[in-house]
């Protein structure tokens, strides 16, 4: 979980993508959240976190549905939404942290 802190206590946005591998939405999202990923290059990190193999951050964070996106700046959740969203909203969405 320290490790998870030192992640979203970045000065720039961090997208986080919560899926796991048997979720068709989470599956359907992959090449949506690599092109955000690449749309916004360095002026963003975009995680992906399987829920399957980080358990305990998936409980403290409450992720039921899936997939999660949650935006981070400076270790605050600043936006948080389940389910599917097209490339150009996610990245809108990070850019007004920017």
Known sequence: MS???ELINAPIPVLIDFYTEWNDQSISMHPVIRDV???LGDRA?????DIEKNQELAE???????????????????????????ANSIISLVQEQI
Request: net charge positive; charged share 25%; glycine share 10%.
């Open 60 to 86: 403290a964070l409450r992720i039921k549905g899936l997939p999660t996106l949650i935006i981070y700046k400076n270790g605050e959740m600043v936006w948080r939404q389940s389910g599917e969203l097209d």
């Open 45 to 49: 990190k975009v995680i992906k976190i």
């Open 3 to 5: 490790k998870f802190g």
């Open 37 to 39: 990923a690449a749309a």
